[in-house]
């Protein structure tokens, strides 16, 4: 195969430069552009495995470093990824691209900047099976939903909920843009921050938006179940403006969160979306907050390899006696 058609589009998004991108509707314009650009339709990916890999290039690499991209477009690695791919390897860096780094001066250079390789493998697969989907016809997504049916049937046991949290935790940035205060009394707005909040506290969060987008709040609480917060009874309005937020807010028929439970860690994880975020579970969301199961993870986490411009934010606080 040539690689040519690869290697001009490294260049054609490492020349064009990423814009000061606010939001995903402007990386959506900008990638338009550049498919354009490319001669590329923006609508209808190429079907063969050289156009599939351009375009999944483009909506992958417009934000990722010049190291990335230029291990992207070694031959080596586009006929490891290609071989992985048609061979359904899913093993996190399979043997050809961990060779090609260990001897390879690129991969010393990756690591000297302390890229996860495995982290930017996992983000290209997803956009490349993205984008591969998009060139199916109707009859194949009837049977490949045929094949899906079988291959879970004969599948391995299912993950389970703390396997897949794990997966969802993988997938944030440890933030400060949500905090924690207790509440003292009705009038008090909880100003002081902490990450130890003693048991039988009453709380409020904090979340602060970059930039206007659908929330989804997960909290995993010291029991190791998983509910959700927003949208709930808590936070009954998802879409917030950019800014400053108060949970419970002010829609809500309660001020604060009381800490009940155990002693332990209470984990936090944010989705901050632009789009309200199609998942089957989220209509059931009215009052008190849902218990999220194994099923509700693992279609959030598929949803999150589909849309890859979801910003996924993770903090954690310490619950005491």
């Not at 995903?24 to 050289?50: C, M, N, W, Y």
């Not at 800490?259 to 969301?285: C, M, R, Y």
């Amino acid at each position: 195969m040539s690689f040519d058609p690869i290697t001009s589009t490294i260049k054609a998004i490492a020349s064009a430069g990423t814009p000061a991108v606010k939001n995903s509707l402007e990386r959506t314009t900008f990638v338009i552009q550049l498919k354009k650009r490319l001669g590329l339709d923006p609508d209808h990916p190429p079907a063969d495995f050289t156009g599939v890999y351009q375009y999944a290039l483009v909506e992958y690499g417009t934000t990722k470093p010049k190291l990335i991209l230029e291990l992207f477009g070694q031959k080596e690695i586009i006929q490891a990824f290609r071989q992985a791919f048609e061979h359904k390897d899913q093993s996190p860096l399979p043997k050809p691209i961990e060779d090609f780094l260990d001897w390879n001066e690129l991969g010393d250079r990756i690591r000297e900047q302390k890229i996860d390789v495995s982290k930017e493998l996992d983000e290209f697969k997803a956009a490349f099976i993205n984008v591969a989907k998009k060139t199916q016809t109707p009859a194949d997504v009837i049977l490949n939903q045929s094949l899906e049916e079988i291959r879970q049937l004969l599948a391995s046991p299912p993950l389970t909920l703390e396997q897949l949290w794990q997966q969802l935790q993988r997938k944030a940035t440890p933030t400060k843009q949500i905090k924690v205060s207790v509440v003292k009394d009705v009038l008090d707005m909880g100003s002081d921050f902490h990450d130890i909040i003693p048991l039988g506290s009453n709380i409020r969060l904090q979340v602060n938006l970059e930039y206007a987008g659908y929330l989804l709040l997960l909290d995993r609480g010291t029991s190791q179940r998983v509910w959700c917060l927003c949208p709930s009874g808590y936070a009954p309005d998802p879409y917030l403006p950019a800014g400053l937020t108060i949970l419970p807010q002010n829609s809500s028929s309660r001020t604060s969160i009381k800490v009940t439970g155990d002693i332990g860690l209470e984990q936090i994880v944010a989705v901050i979306s632009q789009s309200a975020p199609s998942l089957n579970w989220l209509h059931k969301n009215i009052g008190k907050p849902l218990e999220l199961k194994e099923d509700e993870l693992m279609e959030l986490l598929e949803y999150l390899n589909q849309n890859p411009d979801c910003q996924v934010l993770y903090m954690e606080y310490t619950i005491t006696t």
